[in-house]
C-alpha cells in the first residue's frame, strides 16, 4: 500500500530541499564516513581540519594514533534553547563523538545579569534530549560555569598589565566610540601610556571596588590604528556593582567576552572552539589574548583553536533571543515551549524527535557559506522519521455522522488495522465498527467536481479496513448543513476486499478510501492544528517589527475530534519513546503528539493533540490500493 507519509515535494522548487543538495564551505569534502551506514551522521569540513590536525599531532592523539577533540557548546542561560542552538550542539558533539573526544556543556555566565534557574535547568534537559549527553554519553565532558574561572581570568589580566599589554582606561564608553577612529584614522586614549605601575594599583582598585561603575575599563594594548576594530585596544574588563548568581558579591568588575572566551575554552583543554562566523574577525583577537598570556611564561596555557560556521538560518522563524523573549512576555504565545515556539522545547512539545532534528542538522551541514534554510527542510526530517515509528491510527478531526442504513443495529464488528505499512513487525490492531460511524466532513462533497474520489451521493467508497458504503441520501440543518449523511454497505467487500463481479461479469470499482471512527466507540479529543507562526519567509525583515509578520491563523483549535479507542491504551505497536510523549500518524491528516494538557485517567479521559506536521497531498496518493 502507497502510503503518503512522505512529503517530498515540499519545499523550493530550486532542489533546496533534496538530502545531500547544500553546498560546500570552503570546498572541503562532504560526505558520510566510511563504513558506517547510509544514515549516520555525515563528515564536514570540521572533520577535515581534525583529521589534519591528527596528522600534525596538534593537540596530541590517543593510542590508536586518532587525534584528540574536545569540544564545548557554551550557551549564556538567559534564554531556552531554539533550534539554531541544536546545529551548533549537533556539530560540536557529532565532532566529539566522531573522533572519540569530549564534550562539554558551558554555562557562559560571565554577566552579572540575573541567572535563572529555569534557564540552565531547560538547557540541560534540551541538550539531552537532543542526544548530546554531557554528563553519561560515550564523548561526555561535563558541565561548567565560566563564572569558576574568574580569579584566574584576572590573574592573567594582571599578568598582562605587568607586561604592559594591558592598561587602566578612564574614557566612558561613550568616549572610547567617539575616539575609536575611522578606516584611515587610528583610535586615541589618553590614558594608553600610563606606568604600569598606576594600572597595576588601578586595575587592583577597581576590583576591590574603589571606582563606581562605569568609571574605568582595562583594555588591552594591541593597535589602535588596526584596520580590525576589534583590536583597537578592546575592553578586556568593566566595572560593574552588581551581584552573579554565582559569585555573589565577590566580584564588581566583569570579563568582557572575547578575554573570558579565550581563557574558558583554554582552561578546559578545548580543541575546537566552533563559533558562528561573526566572531570570524574577533579571532586575531582570541588569538592574540592567549599568545600574550603565554609571552614569557615559563608553561604555556593551552591555545584553543577558534574556527567559525555559518549559523542555521531558516524561513518563517524568528531566532534572536531577545524576540523569542518578547513573544512569551507579550503573551504572543503560551510561553517558552508553545508549539509554535522555534525553540527546541517548542519543537518537542509539538511532536518533532531529536531524532529529525539530528537528521535535518546533519542534512544542512556545516559550511562558512551563510544561507536560509527552507523550513520544509526541517518539516521533511520530521514526516521522514515519523513515518517510520509512528504508529497509525484513525481519527476524524471535523467529524460528520453516516448511518449505515443495512448494517444491523447492534452489531458491532472488529476490523484488523495495519499498525504501520513502513514497519510489518508492527502488526495490526482492531478497530470497531458499527451502524453509525463518523468521516471527515471534507470526505464527503454534495457536487463533487470530477475528480474527487470520495463520499458523495450516488457513489461508492472503501472505508480503510472495513467495508464499501454508497451514498444514498443526505440530512440538513436550517443553514443548509449537512448533519447525516446514509449510506448502505456491501457485505462482499469486507476488511475493504473487492467484491465478486456482478452477474455481468463487470467488476466494480472505487476510486477513493477514507477513514473513519465508530460513533459509538468514539473518543473525544481536542486537537490543536498549528501552522507557521509567520506570514513571510524573514519575519521582522520588512518593518522591523515581527509583530506585524504574525499569522493570525497559527493556532486553530478543534474542540471535538473523534479518535478510534485504541488511543486510550498505549499499543503494543507504540515505540517507547524515550521522551515520553506519544506520537501518532493520523492516518491520512498528519502526524499528532499527545500534549502534556491532556488528563487521559480523568474519566471520561481529557486527551488534547498537537499537530506535529501535515501529510499534505495523501488522499490523492493513498487513494486507490485496487
Ligand atoms: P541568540 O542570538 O539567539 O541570542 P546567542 O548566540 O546569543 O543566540 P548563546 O547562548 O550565546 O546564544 O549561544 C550559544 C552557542 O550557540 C554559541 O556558540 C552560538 O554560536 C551558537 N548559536 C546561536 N545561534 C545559532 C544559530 N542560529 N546557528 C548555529 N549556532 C548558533
Ligand atoms: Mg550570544
Redesign the pocket.
Known amino acids: 500500500m502507497a502510503d503518503a507519509g512522505h512529503g517530498k515535494e515540499h519545499g523550493k522548487a530550486d532542489g533546496s530541499n533534496l538530502r545531500h543538495g547544500h553546498s560546500h564551505g570552503h570546498g572541503h569534502g562532504h560526505g558520510h564516513v566510511p563504513g558506517q551506514p547510509a544514515d549516520a551522521p555525515t563528515t564536514t569540513f570540521l572533520d577535515d581540519i581534525v583529521s589534519r590536525d591528527g596528522e600534525l599531532k596538534r593537540w596530541g592523539t590517543h593510542a590508536d594514533g586518532t587525534a584528540k577533540v574536545h569540544t564545548r557548546?557554551?550557551?549564556?542561560p538567559?534564554?531556552y534553547l531554539?533550534i539554531?542552538?541544536s546545529?551548533?550542539i549537533c556539530l560540536n558533539y557529532g565532532l566529539a563523538l566522531r573522533n572519540k573526544g569530549k564534550f562539554n556543556l558551558r554555562f557562559?555566565d560571565t554577566n552579572p545579569a540575573k541567572e535563572e534557574q529555569e534557564y540552565v535547568d531547560a538547557i540541560k534537559r534540551d541538550v539531552k534530549w537532543l542526544g548530546a549527553d554531557f554528563e553519561n554519553g560515550p564523548a561526555a565532558g561535563g558541565v561548567f560555569w565560566a563564572s569558576d574561572y574568574f580569579e584566574k581570568m584576572y590573574d592573567y589580566a594582571m599578568d598582562l598589565v605587568n607586561k604592559g599589554l594591558a592598561y587602566v582606561c578612564e574614557l566612558s564608553g561613550e568616549e572610547v566610540s567617539k575616539r575609536r577612529g575611522t578606516p584611515s584614522v587610528p583610535a586615541t586614549s589618553p590614558f594608553r601610556d600610563r606606568p604600569i605601575a598606576e594600572s597595576q594599583r588601578l586595575f587592583k582598585e577597581m576590583r576591590e571596588g574603589k571606582h563606581p561603575t562605569g568609571a574605568m575599563t582595562l583594555r588591552a594594548k594591541i593597535d589602535l590604528a588596526s584596520p580590525n576594530f576589534n583590536l583597537r585596544d578592546p575592553v578586556m574588563y568593566r566595572i560593574l556593582h552588581e551581584e552573579h548568581h554565582n559569585t555573589g558579591k565577590a566580584w564588581c568588575i566583569y570579563p568582557m567576552y572575547d578575554w573570558a572566551h579565550g581563557i574558558e575554552d583554554s582552561l578546559e583543554g578545548i580543541t575546537h572552539s566552533i563559533?558562528?562566523l561573526e566572531f570570524e574577525n574577533h579571532r586575531p583577537l582570541y588569538d592574540w589574548f592567549i599568545n600574550s598570556i603565554n609571552q614569557s611564561r615559563a608553561e604555556k596555557i593551552h591555545h584553543s583553536q577558534q574556527i567559525e560556521f555559518a549559523?542555521?538560518?531558516i524561513t518563517y522563524i524568528l531566532?534572536?533571543?531577545?524576540n523569542?523573549l518578547k513573544m512569551v512576555q507579550s503573551g504572543t504565545v503560551r510561553g517558552w515551549d508553545d508549539p509554535r515556539m522555534p525553540t527546541i522545547c517548542g519543537f518537542r512539545r509539538r511532536g518533532y524527535t531529536s531524532e529529525s532534528i539530528r537528521a535535518f542538522c546533519d542534512d544542512v551541514g556545516v559550511t562558512r557559506t551563510e544561507s536560509l534554510i527552507d523550513i520544509g527542510r526541517l518539516e521533511n526530517a520530521c514526516r521522514d522519521h515519523l513515518n517510520k515509528v509512528a504508529p497509525r491510527r484513525m481519527a476524524v478531526l471535523d467529524p460528520v455522522k453516516v448511518v449505515i442504513e443495512n448494517y444491523p443495529e447492534g452489531q458491532v464488528e472488529e476490523f484488523e488495522a495495519v499498525n504501520n505499512p513502513e514497519d510489518e513487525s508492527k502488526g495490526s490492531r482492531l478497530v470497531p465498527f458499527s451502524r453509525e460511524i463518523f468521516i471527515d466532513r471534507d470526505d464527503f462533497m454534495e457536487n463533487p467536481p470530477k475528480k474527487f474520489f470520495r463520499l458523495a451521493p450516488g457513489t461508492e467508497v472503501r472505508l480503510r479496513a472495513a467495508y464499501w458504503i454508497k451514498c444514498v441520501g443526505i440530512e440538513k440543518d436550517a443553514n443548509g448543513n449537512i448533519t447525516l449523511i446514509r449510506c448502505t454497505y456491501d457485505a462482499a467487500t469486507r476488511g475493504g476486499e473487492n467484491p465478486p463481479p456482478g452477474p455481468d461479469g463487470v467488476q466494480r470499482k472505487v476510486k477513493g478510501t477514507i477513514h473513519w471512527v465508530s460513533a459509538a466507540h468514539a473518543v473525544n479529543a481536542e486537537v490543536r492544528l498549528f501552522d507557521r507562526l509567520f506570514k513571510v519567509e524573514e519575519p521582522s525583515k520588512a518593518t522591523g517589527n515581527y509583530v506585524d509578520d504574525l499569522n493570525p491563523d497559527a493556532l486553530k483549535v478543534v474542540a471535538n475530534a473523534k479518535i478510534e479507542p485504541s488511543i486510550l491504551q498505549i499499543g503494543k505497536d507504540e515505540p517507547a519513546w524515550a521522551d515520553g510523549i506519544r506520537r501518532f500518524q493520523f492516518e491520512r491528516t498528519g502526524y499528532f503528539a499527545l500534549d502534556a494538557d491532556s488528563k487521559p485517567d480523568a474519566k471520561p479521559a481529557a486527551l488534547v493533540f498537537n499537530r506535529t506536521v501535515s501529510l499534505k497531498d495523501t488522499w490523492a496518493k493513498i487513494a486507490d490500493k485496487a
Open positions: 557548546f557554551p550557551p549564556e538567559n534564554g531554539h539554531g542552538h546545529k551548533s557562559d563559533c558562528t549559523k542555521l538560518q531566532l534572536s533571543k531577545r523569542l
